[in-house]
């Protein structure tokens, strides 16, 4: 066999392997930009979200309170705020088919309040029709409860306040556990350190317990839009978790949406007192290979290939530093 049919017949062998795997290259690489983008959208929504939940709140009018923490969520401003800018970044503003599409990928979210949280998520109802329907709604505000092992209730914030039930003798009060540690037998007052780690625990347990249920809840009214992805309470680091009830806040959920052959599976966090920080966008130099990291908004070298929250989680994961607002960081 001559040399030129070896070389007829390894084009014929090998071509459509490089073409498929040139068609596999693309797809990842799309997918990845996709993921980049719903990224983006999402961080960017709950940042604008969180920001607004204290706007309109007035601390010094609020009585019984004296913490620099206790700000009354503003949750309807939050939502209309969160979806306002989330629909924005997708595209869809004043398109209430692809509204509607888009929240059959919002399991839940959840606003986290001083003394409370609400969840919103879907629910049955009865049209006006009669007939049993489902929508994304409230639901009722669940205070931050806990027993201890005597039956005594305590009610936690997000600081020291707390409101309390004696058991033994059904007092009720109310105020920082350091003040009442002397007012009843409730061994936990008067242990702060233990106080501090279980008013943590019991916080983000409940919200963890109730955000699983109804994750999963959601996979009835999905499979009834055709949606085949099984939704579940994504793993949150315990940094995120402690973060995120050290004020008020917003914690949401955007998952299922395919792209290419998976699918994209998310959540952010936005707390009310939040300072917004620029995310960076890392890509690979087209010319040298090099992995730089620039700041969002920067005209980039080739397309983004990761998002980062900040220059320090970019430079951890292998990037240079290059922003184009400061020559002097190249």
């Known amino acids: 066999m001559k040399i030129t049919d ?19 290259t693309d797809e990842q690489a799309q997918a990845s930009s996709l993921q980049i983008s719903y990224t983006t959208a999402l961080r960017t929504a709950v ?11 007035q601390q010094q ?3 019984g309170y004296s913490s620099e923490k206790f700000f009354r969520a503003d949750k ?10 989330l629909y924005l970044n997708f595209g869809i503003r004043g398109d209430e088919s692809a509204q509607q599409n888009l929240m059959h990928y919002i399991p839940a979210i959840v606003v986290i309040d001083y003394d409370g949280y609400y969840i919103y998520a879907t629910e049955d109802y009865t049209g ?14 669940k205070p931050y409860a806990y027993s201890d092992a005597q039956g005594n209730s305590i009610q936690f914030t997000l600081d020291h306040y707390v409101h309390v039930v004696e058991a033994s003798t059904g ?5 920082e556990a350091e003040q009442l540690a002397d007012q009843t037998n409730i061994a936990l007052l008067d242990q702060i350190n233990t106080f501090e780690q279980v008013r943590r625990t019991a916080i983000v347990s409940s919200i963890q317990k109730d955000l699983a249920y109804y994750i999963n809840k959601h996979n009835e009214y999905a499979s009834r839009y055709g949606i085949s992805y099984t939704f579940t309470l994504p793993t949150i ?13 917003i914690i949401s959920f955007l998952q299922g949406i395919p792209t290419g052959s998976g699918y994209y599976n998310n959540y952010a966090l936005g707390g009310g007192r939040l300072v917004k920080k620029t995310s960076w966008l ?8 090099i992995k730089y990291a620039y700041p969002n908004g920067c005209k980039l070298p080739a397309p983004a290939q990761d998002l980062f929250t900040d220059a320090k989680e970019a430079a951890k994961s292998g990037y240079f530093l290059r922003d184009c607002r400061n020559p002097l960081i190249h």
């Open 6 to 24: 070896f070389a007829i017949l390894f084009v014929i062998i090998f071509f459509p392997l490089f073409w498929l795997s040139g068609l596999h």
């Open 47 to 57: 940042q604008d979200a969180g920001q607004v939940m204290s706007t309109n709140e």
């Open 61 to 63: 009018y609020e009585a």
């Open 76 to 85: 309807e401003l939050a939502l209309h705020t969160f979806l306002n800018t």
């Open 128 to 141: 006006s029709d009669g007939l049993p329907n489902a929508r994304h709604m409230w639901h009722p505000k």
């Open 171 to 175: 007092k009720v009060l109310d105020g």
């Open 237 to 249: 680091s315990q940094g995120e978790w402690n973060n995120s009830i050290n004020d008020i806040g």
């Open 282 to 289: 890392g890509t690979t130099d087209p010319d040298s290979g």
